[in-house]
């Protein structure tokens, strides 16, 4: 009989989001009345702005069309898109990245899942707790649960920031602004990390996607603004937050031609050229008339409307942790993240005990803490993706709750 | 020191296509006046169709208003999209497939790719010899050259069809109507396979990406069409080269639930929940606009529209056999399919000779027989997916080319 990989019967059955998805849709055929406000899962919720729906037409247009029309694409994106955010995301800012050191892709999940691929299955391998799920997933498909892979703690005694390993470990994920927190590191913090990975000869696998929600200076918006760091990072960055590509599916991951591994032979061989090789081998690119889509984020228009997504939904988050604050509970993040981390009220039993009774008795829906691990148990997450008057709302029905 | 996937070091340094690209680009920067036509890559040249344009427009502007706008959808695909798809490509054609089994991706190429990720590494694993190099270099990534990895030869002495192993292989992929080849298996002879696998609890990854291209009765569009096939197969299509959506990626893979293996455990495990898991985790679906064009292949506009693509190409495939049998030579394939493969003339020393004379003597482009496998050494592939005129011109200047 052919043989499966074993390791996926050590996951948990189904996905975080989906469990949340089904216990929504029951309260929902159970409660028709219910107006059921959604601050769960990441997703946005304002169109897509103007120049970006004016380059998709532009483009589908140019699909129709003999002349314009464009078949398959390079498998590492458009040059064009790729120039915009070498420069406009990096040079710009002072950051020594070149377009060809940009792969664009479909979505941070993908990379984020698909970056396993090129490494050695011997690596410890270090998640935060809490965590995006993917992270910790995508690793036990691989190498199934084992001791190669730490757990770094995130608690209330290190104010959600893991300190640093007192041991070698091989490959780190960090997410930051964080997911699920909402945490951040300063440059200063950083940079420790950076020396970390350097000393210890480790592969930092850097989470950026919510960078756009930055307010404060000395946080970084990339890891590549820390000296060093192209010999040790890769970076995950995403249109799905900063410009709504929830939908729309476009992603791009920075692998430095600096940042080189030693193979078994002795010989330095470059990450790039590996990722190049997994991506021309397994992806076609992503479709042309999202990757105009995206450049179009990157127009004069394109900048100030992202940034007016931003700030709104910014707004929210502010809503959020007033409200909260008002109410007596501690909380962490949403100052630089549309995530706010809230330690669950004394009554609340754990934290799906939190959610149903969120839900149950506020029609109200965020993400139980320990969704994300261990150390997320008596904790939840609130987005600030819905609208203003949904957040306010949601945010007067918990003020108003007798818990 | 972080340890990389040193299988990768045991792939050729690039992709095939890749290769062929660099040496045209060098032959037409030497020699600018050169009109080169290009019978290689298998990329489609005709415009997305009306109906799929206008689908396109509409669902942009459905992602530009608040009350339309989707952000996240499922990574399965929607279900208007499945539906579509069970009902036209299966149910319509007397194949019990339900919407349900259909996960819609973002290309075959990813799929072929990826759906390595739910087996075991100690499988044997056969492919044809020629073969799509993807198969083959998506599993060295996996498991590094291999004894377990076996050839099927298909040669001019079986008419370019591999003969059933006479040992037991785990995994087998088989490609038809094939690539390179262009060659055909019978209804009675894909019955043979599915008896094969079934007799031997093995599994078919079957790439169906060119059933568009059929043009006989007894030759199966799916492999669902043997009775059994849903207990030992998944099936792999798309929409680049019946719909021309190679620059705007989406395809579709059938896993049906009645698939299933036995893990480790003695437990029958379905491959359905396995590759749904892989999907949700490292996948975030096809973008909403991709998938509401992909919708419009099956509207009776767009059904039209696709079918004139397909026979547009397949005058081609016409012209090159009716030219090339008129100069003597020997081909494979274009009957049902847009690949013609040509035993190089005598004249040619290898097929990597042929290709630079024909490149350097008649400006034209195919592809070197070798680069799918040693079994193609010899042979050149030739595509039908230029323009009438272009091929037309291109077939006279073979024909009056004194090799």
Sequence with gaps: MFKINEHYGQLNESYLFSTISKKIAAYAAAH??????????????????????????ESVDEMGAKATFRGYGPEQGYEFLRNKIAETDFRNRGINIDADEIFVSDGSKSDTGNIGDILGENNTVAITDPVYPVYLD?????????????FLASNASNNFLPEIPNQKIDVIYLCYPNNPTGTVMTKAQLEKWVEYARKNDSLILFDAAYEAFITENDVPHSIFEIEGAETCAIEFRSFSKNAGFTGLRCSYTVVPKALKATNNKGEKIALHALWNRRQSTKFNGTPYIVQRGAEAVYSPEGQQETKALVAYYMENAKTIRKGLLEKGWTIYGGANAPYIWVQCPAEASDSWGFFDRLLDECHVVGTPGVGFGKNGEGYFRFSSFNSHENTKEAIERIKNWKI
Tied chains: 1, 2.
């Design 32 to 57: 028709p009345d219910a107006k059921i406000i959604r601050m769960g899962i990441g997703d946005v919720t304002l169109p897509l702005s103007p120049a970006i729906i004016k380059a998709l037409h």
């Design 138 to 150: 995508t690793n036990i498909m691989r190498i199934g649960q084992s001791e190669k892979i730490h």
